[in-house]
């Protein structure tokens, strides 16, 4: 191979039922399943040129130029893809995002997602959609979730071959909304990888690990029956359980600021006066508002009152990642 080159678009999630810890770090074998949907307003486009005139791989992101840790995690994530068809050409990677600047999402479900169809085509490789989320999975694991369309769970499995993510229900299923209140732009100091290996120290990670089964069927079922409330319990509980976890992790992590806590009270307040919404918090401050469509404006603009919230990104369920 001299040149050959793909473009694939992918939009990250949000977990409903969260992924954190795992049982194998180095293949991303998750302690438990996890549910999500797809955020459509959000991209990460990423173009993989693989080209033998290169010394190395290069990785441009925003049209930054990549180097130490983040470069060595995509060229390993390549370096899988080129074991695939046994070549070892370098590659030029370009990857524009249109929410890092001054959001604090850094999403590496997109950016893998994206990552993982770009090079795999660039490659010459076909493959169905499953090969697609477990090789996404290895590069980070909520990525695995990006690769398939709108509502989706990622199955824990017992080995790299059961471990991936397919559609539960088409975007347009449920008309839901994420408006993500954003409290900090700075990027975390404990990264979600880190954070995995921490989960492991915490005396509740097995209790949660254990009681996973029911949240995921309660979730899936208040999917099915679009049942609002039922969403709400299961994900803000869910959501909790994460914090204890990096709380009672050792050292504790603490990713919640005050304006998360405000938020997160504020929206159980809003519920209880009619407004369906509930929270969610990923590894990070800033806090997801999950409502149903209906309810986003109003939830946008009473987030927006809350001192301490900078801006609200409105997202919905979206699409899989695609190659353009
Ligand atoms: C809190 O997929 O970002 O967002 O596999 O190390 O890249 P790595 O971790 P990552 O972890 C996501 C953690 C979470 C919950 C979730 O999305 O399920």
């Known amino acids: 191979m001299t040149f050959s080159t793909a473009t694939a678009i992918a939009h990250p999630n ?5 992924y954190w810890g795992n049982r194998d770090d180095e293949i991303r074998l998750p302690q438990n399943g996890s549910i999500s949907f797809n955020l459509e307003e959000l991209t990460t486009r990423t173009m993989v040129t693989f080209d033998s005139s290169l010394p190395r791989d ?5 049209s930054t130029r990549q180097s130490g840790a983040p470069l060595e995690r995509v ?8 074991g695939i068809r046994g070549f070892s050409t370098p590659a030029h990677i370009m990857s524009e ?9 850094a999403s590496s479900a997109a950016a893998f997602a994206a990552l993982t169809l770009a090079a795999v085509r660039a490659a010459g490789i076909e493959m169905p959609e499953k090969d697609l989320s477990r090789l996404a999975r290895r590069g980070s694991g909520s990525a695995a979730r990006s690769i398939p369309a709108g509502f989706v769970e990622w199955y824990r499995g017992t080995n790299d071959n059961e471990s991936f993510a397919a559609s539960i229900a088409p975007p347009e299923h ?4 994420d408006c993500i209140a954003i409290v900090d732009e700075k990027p975390k100091v404990t990264g979600s990888s880190e954070g995995h290996q921490l989960a492991r120290t915490s005396p509740i990670q097995s209790a949660r690990v254990i009681d996973t089964e029911r949240r995921l069927e309660l979730c899936r079922l208040a999917i099915e029956e679009r049942d609002f ?3 709400a319990a299961i994900v803000e509980l869910d959501s909790n359980l994460l914090h204890a976890v990096t709380m009672t992790s050792n050292p504790a992590v603490f990713y919640w600021q005050p304006a998360t806590l405000d938020i997160m009270r504020a929206v159980t307040t809003w519920r209880k006066t009619g407004i369906p919404c509930c929270f969610s918090v990923d590894a990070g401050p800033n806090v997801h508002v999950i409502c149903e469509s209906s309810a986003s404006e109003v939830v946008t603009a009473k987030l927006n009152a809350i001192p301490g919230v900078h801006t609200v990104l409105k997202c919905h369920p979206g699409g899989g990642v695609q190659l353009i």
């Open 58 to 62: 290069i990785f441009d992101l925003n």
């Open 174 to 177: 449920w008309h839901l909304a």
């Open 97 to 105: 995002t249109n929410f890092s600047a001054g959001t604090g999402l």
């Open 229 to 231: 409330d039922a969403l």
């Open 75 to 82: 060229s390993r994530h390549l370096n899988l893809i080129r």
């Open 14 to 18: 949000i977990a409903l039922i969260k």
